[in-house]
């Protein structure tokens, strides 16, 4: 009687350490998915503050094309765009509330390839992760003498840091 | 009478089992699908980018020779067969040459996959112009438009797939 109680005991014991055995894998299971959507969940954020910021940066009017008074929607002005660099550095705190830790520049690649202008850089000191957002735009010279302006093809690059 | 009952538990213990077994199934099938479905982010981003793209193509200075022309005011004198811009090639060589060399510092380095049809009207008799890798039949895919008004009674149509 005495050694079926004990086979019994040594039974119990088994089922209960292959349970908890299940347990922790489950355990495991479940954080590893969990630690995989926070993840996405954050690259997600950090992509949704590029674009954030992209659209800030096309209502912003320090960068508006105007043509006597009157706004051009869709384009920036190069001359607004080259004197806004020198603004930012003036009122850092500013533009940090809008734009926190990213670089911003405008790449110019059509008809010519030109140097970027680099509107803001505030790089975040030891950042983990660097996301991109890239769009195109219209960056017009209103100096030259034509109706609408010369418009180029640029690129208004985001990265964002965290 | 025993043993019969202790075949029932058994069989109950197995039945447990078997319940615990399936849900655990069900929970990893739901979590490990639900993690691929629709990245709402990225959607957002391929349509702003369509968006601008042909916007900003189509408003953006040609570059041909002693003028200011857009690529609208250039598919515009290519319809209307007129000779006043001067552009390395001729009109359609330039086009193309042109948008491909766009398209490849900018959807090509972001890795999009697209396709730039336009469509002329019918009595301009011009064969449409096509650009870009294309996009299979099931990728997820946002398409933009933009119209150019002709002399003609139909507008030059520009198609963006992007995908």
């Known amino acids: 009687m005495n050694k079926k109680a004990q086979i019994q005991m040594t039974e119990n014991v088994i089922i209960l350490f292959i349970f908890f055995i299940l347990l922790i894998f489950a355990i495991v299971f479940f954080t590893r998915i969990q630690t995989g959507k926070q993840e996405i969940k954050i690259s997600e954020d950090i992509q949704n503050r590029g674009l954030q910021i992209a659209q800030s940066i096309s209502t912003l009017p320090e960068l508006r094309c105007t043509k006597k008074a009157v706004t051009v929607l869709g384009c920036y002005d190069e001359a607004n765009a080259l004197a806004l660099q020198s603004l930012v550095e003036q009122n850092n705190d500013y533009y940090f509330d809008q734009f926190s830790y990213s670089t911003i520049s405008i790449n110019e690649i059509f008809p010519e390839v030109r140097e970027p202008i680099v509107i803001y850089d505030n790089k975040k000191a030891n950042f983990t992760s660097l996301i991109p957002t890239q769009l195109p735009m219209l960056l017009c010279d209103f100096t030259e003498s034509t109706e609408k302006g010369a418009c180029s093809f640029a690129i208004l690059n985001i990265n964002v840091y965290s | ?163």
């Open chain 2, 1 to 163: 009478m025993f043993t019969h009952k202790k075949a029932q538990i058994e069989m109950i213990g197995l039945a447990i089992i078997v319940i615990l077994l399936a849900l655990g199934m069900f929970f990893i099938a739901k979590f490990s699908l639900s993690s691929d479905t629709g990245n709402e982010v990225q959607q957002g981003k391929q349509q702003q980018i369509s968006t601008q793209f042909l916007n900003t193509l189509m408003s953006t200075k040609a570059g041909c020779v002693g003028s200011s022309a857009t690529f609208t005011g250039l598919l515009q004198e290519y319809v209307s067969e007129s000779t006043n811009l001067e552009c390395e090639g001729g009109l359609e060589t330039y086009f193309r040459t042109s948008v491909k060399s766009i398209f490849n510092q900018t959807l090509d380095v972001w890795q999009y996959k697209y396709n730039l049809t336009i469509t002329f009207p019918p009595q301009a008799n011009k064969d449409p112009i096509s650009e870009g890798p294309g996009c299979a039949r099931y990728d997820n895919s946002k398409t933009q438009y933009f119209f150019i008004p002709t002399d003609y009674p139909k507008s030059i149509v520009l198609e963006l797939r992007l995908c």
